[in-house]
């Protein structure tokens, strides 16, 4: 067997893992998602998903990803193929594989967006309309949306954008820039990566908080830091009794830890035998949970509430992610001291998170072609760089395409692919056995509730998960039928039907 690579220490395994949960929701999507539903409120049924669904769900699947390292395998159908001897069990892992490639596919473009703004920031290149008492959010945000629209080329709706040049531009610098990082390896790669970028968001973070706590209303005194924190920490408490609520607590936790895309089983299958990944599960969390709840919650929120005040910024939050983080922050930005600086540092901050989590991303599929076919690092990376490029102008030229893919891969797959992790480790594996690759190596066990919680608690919560959003979701989005709509599926069939035959040619040969 090829000797595979290694994690070089523990500190990059740990900001390797925290760049995969890292990403563009914990600051665009978390606040979003707290500000509709109920505020302060909304962080019981988040915290109680994360103690019941997220990290027992991480535990789980760092213990499969070592246990397949071990055995020459980085990703799901090897992993499961080993741990139930089942024909179908490499099938179900295609997910592993399938799904971060659809992700990594849309997610590079969006990324891409990042590094551009940073750049527009710096160089003051927004529009600067007069910002009045008496002029509402929607209408003084109009101008960005329109900057935004012109320039991923949907201003003029229809079937196919027409972006701008420089995001197209830009897209190409991100997706090479990624890719001659994956090119680099694990440890020389991936690693040196967080080790800069991990430690710089955090710098970043904390120097857009500070900012945001000084800021002072240009419009309406009464509009304060105090009550745009309130905005998103006062507790609605009728909340808790809305399924949607907590429906939209437990999603926000399977984003904002990365969980069911494959990437940390991939990320794990490289960690040393006797690596006490009870631990570093819980160090990657922490450090997760800190960038969202006090960097993510207080940046864009609070700012909005600052400038539009809660009325505006209540408008502002139901306009979604892409509303808040390129539309809202620039509007802000030109109208404070600083501001080209500081729009510079939030969207390199949000580049940061971007990037790594695109890595991550792209690793599974990178890791298949190296473990399950033999292929050279660079060239499995030239392939997926090279399939990547070439899908994603279905995002970057037909509308819809991007919803579409992030439903299916984002949104609805990753459900599934988490479901089938915890019955085949669980329940087909062993639980028993399951717990004890868990606790290897730990200095100290995890608590025994936990045993109980990933054997029966965590499969139902996922299983009503799964249910609700199909019944919720899935007739709005079968619905729509538009020609992008339509081609994207097409070829997101055909995308997983090519993952099924290397799949199955890989075991063709096996069995030769």
């Known amino acids: 067997m090829k000797e595979r690579e290694q994690w070089g220490s523990r500190i990059g395994l740990i900001l390797a893992m925290a760049g995969n949960a890292i990403g563009l929701g914990n600051f665009l999507r978390f606040p979003v998602q707290a500000a509709q539903n109920g505020g302060g409120a909304f962080m019981i049924p988040y915290f109680i998903s994360l103690l019941i669904l997220g990290i027992p769900l991480m535990w789980v699947e760092w213990g499969i990803g070592r246990y397949g390292g071990k055995l020459g395998h980085g990703t799901a159908p ?45 160089l003051g290149s927004y529009p600067k309309p007069q910002l009045a008492g008496s002029i509402t959010a929607s209408e003084y945000l109009k101008p960005y949306q329109n900057y935004l629209y012109d320039f991923i080329g949907a201003s003029t709706g229809g079937t196919f954008l027409s972006p701008e040049p420089i995001a197209y531009i830009f897209f190409v610098i991100t997706l090479v820039l990624a890719f001659w990082i994956l090119g680099k390896g694990v440890s020389a790669g991936i690693e040196v990566l967080n080790k800069i970028a991990i430690p710089a968001l955090f710098i970043m973070g904390l120097i857009l908080f500070l900012k945001v706590l000084t800021l002072t209303s240009p419009t309406n005194p009464d509009y304060t830091v105090t009550k745009g924190l309130s905005f998103l920490w006062e507790p609605d408490f009728s909340g808790l009794l809305s399924g949607k609520v907590w429906l939209a607590a437990a999603g926000q936790i399977f984003f904002t830890l990365s969980l069911g895309l494959g990437a940390i089983l991939t990320y794990a299958s490289y960690v040393k035998p006797d690596e006490d990944i009870a631990l570093d599960g819980l160090s990657t969390a922490s450090l997760n949970e800190f960038a969202e709840v006090v960097f993510g919650s207080t940046i864009a929120i609070t700012s909005a509430v600052v400038f539009f005040g809660p009325t505006g910024a209540g408008e502002i939050a139901k306009g979604g992610a892409f509303t808040l983080g390129f539309i809202s922050m620039p509007a802000i930005f030109t109208h404070i001291s600083g501001g080209q600086f500081f729009g510079f540092l939030w969207f390199l901050l949000l580049f940061f998170a971007g990037i790594t989590s695109v890595v991550a991303l792209a690793q599974p599929v990178i890791a298949f072609f190296e473990d399950e076919f033999g292929l050279e690092r660079k060239k499995s990376v030239a392939i997926i760089g090279t399939v990547c490029f070439l899908s994603a102008h ?106 099924i035959a290397l799949v199955e040619l890989v075991w063709k040969r096996r069995r030769q």
């Open 394 to 499: 279905l995002p970057i030229f037909l509308n819809g395409s991007l919803d579409e893919m992030d439903f299916w891969a984002g949104t609805f797959g990753l459900v599934i692919l988490a479901l089938f992790e915890m019955i085949i480790f669980f329940w087909i594996f062993g639980a028993e056995k399951a717990w004890e690759e868990i606790n290897r190596g730990a200095k100290i066990r995890v608590p025994r509730i936990f045993f109980y919680i990933m054997k029966y608690v965590t499969p139902a919560f996922i299983t009503i998960i799964l249910v609700a959003w199909a019944y919720e979701q899935l007739p709005e989005i079968i619905s729509k039928g538009d020609g992008g709509v339509w081609a994207t599926r097409v070829f997101l069939f055909l995308l997983l039907a090519l993952n």
């Open 78 to 122: 090897g992993m499961f193929d080993a741990m139930w001897k089942n024909r179908a069990a490499k099938y179900i892992g295609i997910l592993g594989v399938f799904l971060p490639l659809v992700v990594t596919i849309y997610y590079t473009y969006v990324c891409s967006w990042t590094l551009a703004f940073s750049v527009f920031s710096i």
